[in-house]
Structures are given as C-alpha cells and as structure tokens.
C-alpha cells in the first residue's frame, strides 16, 4: 500500500472525526430543539451499524458455516444483554471452536 | 442553575476514566490486530488511535482503506458514523464551567467518546477543564496502549484465532445494537430495515455493484429517514429534567 495515500486517509479520518465533535461545543450555545433533528441523530447510528454488520459478518471468518455460528452466539448474548467484551470473545470463541470442529470432520 | 464542584478534581477525573480505559484497551487491542491482519502496516493502527480516538469510526475506516475505497466514500461514511458526536458536543457544551475558552473546548472536543459522554454527564455539577482532562487522558492512555499492544501481537497469533478474531468486531456491533432494539421497537425497525437494504445491495445482480461505503451510507440514512418519519421522538427525560 502507498505510504501517502495511507497517511493521507488516515487524515481525512481524523478530520471527519474532529469536526462533529468541535463544531458544536465551540460554536453553539443552544440546544437544538427540532424533534425530526434530535430522532435522527439518535437512529442513524443504529442503521448504520446494522448495515455494516449484515450482511459482512457472513464472510468475516474463514467458513460460511462458522461465521453462521457466531453470529447467533453473538445475537444471544446480546439478546442476553451481555456487555460488549463478553460477546465480543464469545462470538470470537464459538467461531474458532466451530473452525476446529469443520477441520477435524474434514469439511475444512 | 448547576454549580461548580471542587471535588471534580484532575486526580478524580483520572480515577473515573480508569474503568474506560480497561474496556478501551481490550477493543483496541482487537482493532491494531485487525488491522495489520488487513495487511496494514503495524505503525498505522496506532497513528489512527493516536489520531482519532473513535471506535466504531476506526475499524470502518481500516476496512475502507484495505479495500481502496475512495477518500469520498472514507469521509462520507465516518462522518455518517460520527454524526452522533453532533449531539454529545452539543450536550456538553451546555454543562461547561461558563467562560471556559476556546482553546480549552478545542482539547475536550477531541475527547467526546461515547463513554466519556456517558461519565461526564452523569455528573450534577458543571465540568470544569481539569476534571475532564483527567477523564479524557486516561481513558485516552487505555485506548492508545491497547492499540500497539494489538499492532504488536497479531504477528504472534496462529492463523486459527486470526480467522475466528475476523468476527469480533462485528459481535461488538451486535452487542451495541440489539439491547436498544429489545427495549425499543422504532429502534428495532431501524435496524430490520438497515439491514434489508444492506442484503438488497449486496444480493440483488443490478444492485450489487455499489461498493460497501455507499451501501453503508444508504442504508444507514434510509433506515434512519423512516424511523425519525413514523417515530419522532418525544422530548427526552433528561432536558425535562433541565428544566
């Protein structure tokens, strides 16, 4: 990968980070009041990280089959409300016993 | 009218950051193992840490550039991401010590993550630039050392745990996006329509071609549309209890 072009994202992510979070602590005093305004601030994240989690996750791991598996473990336990960590290496671990499961029976 | 606290100390601040910067370390370690596990150079995921101090606008940002998505598609869809930053500086900004200048908000702008929101704000009093230092700076030293520790052990890792780590962001975002949607239906129809849209692009032949940035930012923002359309908020407790 070229050098400039890495560092050249990596500072246009860094700007784009910086902006929404210095606008308006530096320049509004007013809270905005618009309902419509406030809902959809407060959904997008929710859309936008539904988006980027399906259908993706599905091809993360290294066997359709594995990445099924860890997503419904995952799904559980957040279902369950477990916090981010615990699902995190749960779906991590149900994915990588999966993984060894497939090798052994030679699927993988 | 909220007053100020003298027991909102630098050395408090520190204190209260240390369970954020235990959750940051172990997400950011995930995040430089990723990266580098895209073929990233190691130094990068660090200069993004460093740099950005984000979440969920990182790991975005590192699957872009693996997959040489444009800068367009980088900024739009971070911004997108980021957006709710709108609103936590905004919140902020209303529980600052009056008269706080502009280079002392510039710095605490930098540290407005959704934990460090969450802290800041529970607190009664109005926040000084000293309290919030502390809070931003060790949970910032948690998020930064997570990073080279993770850019420097994914060359340690068998291939085995890598391709079962490749799922772990991904169960982060499930765990961040399916407790909301249990207690909120509107929340849960944004998410269903969020990802049937994402599907239709990806599954759809005419569809297909868009790349996954734009999918992103379609979806995202369509889903958000409808939800703010059938479910406006109503006003929410906590400016009730401003008032």
Known sequence: MELGRLLLAIGVMALVTYLPRVIPITVFRKKINNVYFKSFLNYMPYGVLAAMVFPEVLYSTASLYSAVFGTLVALFLSYKKQGLLVVAIGGTAAVWICEQLLTMAGVM | ?243
């Open chain 2, 1 to 243: 009218m909220l007053s100020s606290n003298r027991y909102l100390t630098f050395s408090r601040g520190l204190r209260d950051g240390l369970p954020i910067a235990l959750g940051y370390i172990s997400v950011a370690f995930a995040f430089g193992i990723l990266a580098v596990e895209k073929g990233l150079p190691a130094w990068s995921p660090i200069l993004i840490s460093v740099t950005n101090f984000t979440g969920t606008g990182q790991f975005a940002g590192i699957d872009l550039i693996a997959a040489m998505a444009s800068f367009a598609e980088i900024a739009f869809t971070l911004l997108i991401i980021n957006l709710r930053y709108l609103l936590m500086s905004l919140s902020l900004s209303q529980r600052l010590e009056p008269g706080m200048g502009l280079g002392k908000r510039m710095a605490i702008a930098f540290g407005i993550t959704d934990e460090i929101f969450a802290v800041a704000i529970q607190k009664e009093s109005l926040l000084g630039g000293k309290y919030l230092a502390g809070l931003i700076l060790s949970s910032y030293s948690g998020w930064v050392g997570g990073t080279v520790l993770g850019a420097l052990a994914s060359s340690l890792l068998p291939a085995s745990l890598l391709s079962a780590l490749g799922i772990a962001l991904y169960a982060m975002f499930i765990a961040i996006i399916i407790p909301p949607a249990r207690s909120s239906r509107p929340v849960a129809l944004v998410i269903l329509t969020a990802v049937c849209l994402s599907c239709l692009f990806r599954y759809v032949p005419f569809l297909s071609g868009l790349s996954s940035g734009w999918v992103i930012i379609i979806s995202g923002l369509v889903s958000a549309l409808i939800g703010t359309f059938l479910f406006p908020m109503q006003e929410d407790k906590e400016e009730e209890a401003d008032k």
